[in-house]
């Protein structure tokens, strides 16, 4: 099994930047794909972007492509998103999330984390 813990969400003005953290503990971490998924209210959770298990490998929602940056440090046990031009709409609890293979779909993965708050202010 694999514990996630992610970290730095918060408030931000549009146009500005965070940098979310995934801590993963547990069963080995380069055993592993992760992915960002997030969720509004009242909406799905929709995926974001999602790395393989060396980092070689990265995919992106078209809704993130060129602003967002998914990255793992596998001496760390760390997956990290960089969020740069933030919007509004890019307000969410951010998900990382384990799978044996690089995924869009949420269903594909084992483990997740808590989730982390992002909050973007016009």
């Known amino acids: 099994q694999v514990q996630l813990v992610e970290s730095g969400g918060g408030l931000v003005q549009a146009g500005g930047s965070l940098r979310l953290s995934c801590a993963a503990s547990?069963?080995?971490?380069?055993?592993?794909?992760l992915g960002w998924f997030r969720q509004a209210p009242g909406t799905e959770r929709k995926f974001l972007a999602t790395?393989?298990?060396?980092?070689?490998?990265?995919y992106y929602a078209d809704s993130v492509n060129g602003r967002f940056t998914i990255a793992r440090d596998n001496d760390e046990n760390t997956v990290f998103l960089q969020m740069n031009s933030l919007k509004p709409e890019d307000t969410a609890v951010y998900y990382c999330?384990?799978?044996?293979?690089?995924?869009?779909?949420?269903?594909?993965?084992?483990?997740w984390g808590q989730g982390t708050q992002v909050t973007v202010s016009s």
């Open positions: 999330a384990a799978s044996k293979g690089m995924a869009t779909n949420d269903d594909w993965y084992d483990y």
């Open positions: 547990g069963d080995t971490f380069t055993n592993y794909a």
């Open positions: 790395i393989s298990q060396s980092g070689g490998g990265t």
